[in-house]
């Protein structure tokens, strides 16, 4: 009628609950207890206690006839975990080379002055260092002999679990044999393993390896290839004779594990259109240590794309999936088009990156081939909103919408508007934001990404509009609104651009053209010597040039690299004016001018194999470089205080700029205006802006989730910037240096979440501690360079 657990917290009681496979109502029979106690043990012995014994109490239910209420009596007793992996028969390869490639089984931490005595039963030699063959064979010069030396007595393992879980042992057993494929031992085998508890109540595991002889490739001939010859295939295939032997690395350079880079023999043909082919390699004498191959292959015919559906797209139009498409109808077919098509779909942001499949129907009967791209929409808008008052300040708040996949065509039609007329792939940017008597702005921009539909020529146009004002009055020690119209700054900007794809070096490349302009409105207002009072005017002309393979994912690229390279004009007016023109302050920033050069440059690279469900969790390695500099046409005019750049903290409270400059990120460091790495004042503002800056980033990311409604994932850094005035200061290698960690969450409809804490290794002093040089950083929306 009823039952429960005694002995084990609630927590694990409710986990327990549903694994036991007890039902209220059901007739209790001797199968159905042994299946429970047995589900019991084995929940607890996944989470290291394999002592567990569990005794059931049965007594009688008075209110039901026949009725039986049990109690789960459950000693969970000590927790067990791995003391040592000991191995015997490897002859050739060192146990910590083994001990590596057991990702699921790993030893625990230790420190003790008394070591457990190992149990390995299938060795009676002492495998152990002693101190006295240490210093005959000069250990200390060796790393490893070490290591080895001081093992039994200390051993530090971060974020591993010394748990022994049965599966992940079967896996790794697996990985041993495979890692022993991989270095020639094809015929290596586990003869016998155990585990065996050791003196202290841990776990001695116990493995005796058989690893046979060591094999190299032999002789390699091609039969049945007519589009290629002999040589450019070995070629291609990359492995020569007397190389070790390893089958994974054979499969993989012909193609029968197929992975997104390509290089191999399959590629080679499919992206030709050999759809059909197939590759096998055959092994045709074994002779002492040499493995004797003949690869055989069967090209067949070159097969065209006949039909492309697609399906699940209930927002976005086909219209704008087709122009995406490098799979096209009547075209040969090609695995590195289908790839590229995966990766710009999945750029959009419009749909599930892990659901974009393309399902491929062959027809052998007429030599063509269907394409079902099967897609799941996910939401790309943004919505940004906040709201306070007080302060004296009055009322503050942001409200922002971002509309990914507008339709600017639809907005006339009433039908559209459910709620909003989406599907063109075109982005529409709305936002307000209020510091109460202090700051305001207004912000809008358009996307056209395909500019008359028929070649990716993408067209932009914004508008912006802000005023920042002094509204302390010191008098009264309050916020006023005549204080704010006293003292301010207004700017107002304009911005068209047009960007084109190109072709040559590669359709990785692009070009954007920018017009921009902005209005400077000062009044009582000191930012610069001689610029209190009047109006600047920025023109300026940007052209970039950039180069992004980077994906498939835009939010959290796996692979490839971005490169932008630009440059930012303004009319050289003091090319035509005399010197004396610039004599008056009045005239002085009349017109702003300068030119401006940016180079950044990110690589992303996977580091390790791929697991989980979806062979989705992976460790991210991205390096990124940036520098900016801003220079002046002439020693007539003074280098422009605009479009300069500010370094250092770029949270929150720094998420925009007054002058127009751009805002570089320094994880771990207050904004600071100084190029010396030692001085960093804590402030939140910079009295003056550098003209030179370098950064440069590391990043070991690792995703939680990358599913459509999140993408979550942790993230470590090591970061070096700094800036300079002057050209003759510039040093590259005088930076300042931070650590930290992060994470980042990207939602649905509130874009990106985000927090950083970093310590700057150049803000600890003597006598300090890592506290003190220690900044949380948030981000809301975006995230500055």
Do not use: C
Request: charged content about 25%; glycine content about 8%; hydrophobic content about 30%.
């Amino acid at each position: 009628t009823s039952f429960k657990f005694k002995g084990i917290k609630k927590g694990e009681a409710d986990d327990l609950t549903p694994k036991t496979g007890l039902i209220k109502g059901r007739v209790v029979t001797d199968n159905m207890k042994r299946i429970a106690v047995e589900s019991i043990r084995k929940f607890f012995i996944d989470k290291g206690y394999r002592n567990t014994s569990v005794k059931i109490q049965e007594i009688k239910d008075p209110t039901v006839p026949n009725g039986l209420f049990m109690t789960f009596d459950i000693d969970k007793g000590s927790k067990v975990r791995i003391n040592n992996i000991n191995f015997a028969g490897n002859d050739n390869i060192e146990d910590s080379r083994l001990k590596k490639q057991m990702k699921g089984t790993k030893e625990m931490s230790r420190l003790t002055l008394f070591p457990s005595k190992d149990v390995n039963p299938y060795s009676n030699e002492n495998t152990k260092l002693s101190f006295h063959d240490y210093v005959k064979e000069n250990g200390y010069l060796s790393i490893s002999q070490t290591k080895e030396l001081v093992d039994p007595y200390f051993r530090f393992k971060l974020l591993s679990s010394a748990k022994f879980n049965d599966k992940k042992y079967l896996e790794d057993k697996e990985k041993l044999l495979n890692y022993y494929n991989s270095q020639g031992y094809r015929d290596a085998v586990i003869v016998a393993d155990t585990q065996v508890i050791n003196n202290k109540g841990n776990l001695d595991v116990a493995i005796k390896m058989s690893e046979g002889h060591k094999y190299y490739f032999g002789n390699i001939t091609w039969r049945g290839n007519t589009k290629y010859t002999d040589s450019l295939l070995s070629v291609f295939l990359g492995i020569k004779k007397g190389d070790v032997y390893n089958i994974e690395t054979l499969n993989k350079k012909l193609g029968k594990s197929p992975s997104q880079e390509g290089g191999d023999i399959s590629s080679l043909y499919q992206d030709d259109g050999y759809l059909f082919f197939r590759i096998d390699p055959i092994e045709t004498a074994v002779y002492n240590d040499t493995i004797d191959h003949e690869i055989r292959i069967v090209e067949g015919p070159q097969a065209t794309i006949g039909k492309i559906d697609i399906t699940g797209n209930e927002k976005t139009k086909d219209y704008v999936i087709r122009r995406e498409l490098r799979t096209i109808p009547g075209e040969k077919f090609s695995r590195q088009d289908l790839i590229r098509t995966q990766r710009e779909l999945s750029q959009l942001g419009f749909f599930n990156p892990e659901k974009i499949n393309p399902g491929i129907v062959p027809n052998p009967d007429n030599g063509t081939v269907d394409i079902n791209w099967g897609l799941e929409e996910k939401s790309s808008d943004q919505l940004e909103l906040s709201a306070g008052f007080g302060g004296g300040i009055g009322l503050t708040g942001t409200l922002g919408v971002t509309f990914n996949n507008f339709s600017i065509n639809n907005i006339f039609h009433k039908g559209a508007w459910s709620p909003l007329p989406t599907g063109d792939g075109q982005k529409l940017s709305l936002r307000v934001q209020s510091n109460g008597k202090a700051f305001r702005s207004y912000n809008f921009s358009f996307t056209e990404p395909w500019l008359g539909g028929k070649k990716r020529n993408s067209f932009t146009i914004s508008y912006y509009d802000t005023k920042y004002s002094n509204a302390y009055d010191p008098l009264t020690g309050r916020y006023s609104s005549a204080a704010a119209s006293n003292s301010f700054i207004k700017t107002t900007g304009f911005g068209i651009s047009l960007g084109k794809q190109l072709k040559w070096p590669d359709d990785y490349f692009s070009i954007v053209y920018g017009l921009n302009l902005q209005q400077y409105h000062l009044k009582n207002y000191n930012i610069f010597p001689g610029l209190t009072n009047g109006n600047s005017t920025n023109v300026s002309v940007k052209i970039t040039l950039a180069r992004s393979s980077a994906g498939p994912s835009p939010i959290f690229p796996t692979s490839g690299s971005t490169f932008s390279l630009s440059t930012q004009l303004t009319p050289p007016y003091s090319l035509f004016r005399d010197a004396s023109y610039y004599k008056d302050p009045t005239k002085q920033y009349q017109f702003v001018e300068f030119h401006k050069e940016r180079f950044n440059a990110e690589w992303y690279v996977p580091i390790g194999q791929a697991h989980g469900a979806d062979k989705n969790k992976q460790f991210i390695l991205k390096a990124a470089a940036k520098y900016g500099f801003l220079g002046r046409y002439s020693t007539k005019t003074a280098t422009s205080p605009f479009e300069r750049f500010q370094l250092g903290d770029a949270g929150l409270s720094n998420s925009f700029a007054l002058l127009g400059y751009d805002i570089i990120a320094h994880r771990g460091y207050p904004v600071y205006d100084n190029s010396d790495p030692k001085i960093n004042p804590d402030k939140t503002t910079a009295s003056e802006f550098f003209t030179i800056f370098n950064k440069y980033t590391l990043e070991l990311r690792y995703p939680f989730s990358t599913s459509a409604s999140s993408t979550i994932y942790g993230l470590t850094f090591f970061e070096a910037a700094n800036g300079w005035y002057k050209f003759q200061d510039y040093n590259p290698f005088k930076l300042r240096r931070s650590v930290g960690v992060g994470m980042r969450f990207f939602l649905p409809m509130f874009g990106l979440l985000g927090f950083d804490y970093g310590i700057g290794l150049d803000r600890i002093a003597p006598g300090t501690t890592l506290k003190s040089a220690g900044k949380f950083t948030f981000m809301l929306g975006q995230e500055a360079e």
